[in-house]
């Protein structure tokens, strides 16, 4: 029964976010985690391994945003396509960065295989049945892509803070 209800009109596209958040969140933070040092050491560059990106931020950033908005695209599927439309992009922008910072950086990094595995796929095959049968406006489309591609302006806010925190040292 479970299984019918989430094939039905395409419930799967919002129904699969969760499942793969849960997934991606977990080998970034727990198994085999490493994060938030990948985050602030390997890619920003910083000395600290908690700053400038910190449990907190990290929190609202996994939460708050990816989750709300995964929940948020499951609950109002009915009446509108936008939330989900939001967390295709959201994982088509994570898919591209731990891509690209693995080929980059010839490595693995915390949520590279879910990235890969669930988070691309998902994005892709999600992307495809909503543009088939989807009813989103061409401003919907383009503010959906704004938020999702979002987290790939994450990184160069956290080297803005960075950089702020050193100015403001150096000040007092």
Known sequence: ??????????????????????????????????????????LLGSDKPDWPLTERLAFHINVSIGWASAIAGLILWRRTRVPAAGVLW????????????????????????????????????????MRRSADLSPRARAATAAFGLSIGVLPAAMKLRMRRSADAAEHA
């Open 1 to 42: 029964m479970h299984r019918r209800w989430l094939l039905t009109d395409g419930r799967w596209v919002p129904g699969l976010a969760i499942p793969i958040l849960v997934s991606h969140q977990t080998e970034e933070w727990v198994r085999p985690g490493g994060f938030l040092p990948f985050a602030n050491q390997r």
């Open 90 to 129: 959201l994982e088509a922008g994570n898919f591209a960065m731990h891509t690209g910072i693995a080929v980059a950086q010839r490595r693995y990094n915390p949520g590279v295989v879910t990235a890969v595995l669930l988070m691309g796929p998902h994005a892709l095959a999600g992307a495809r049945w």
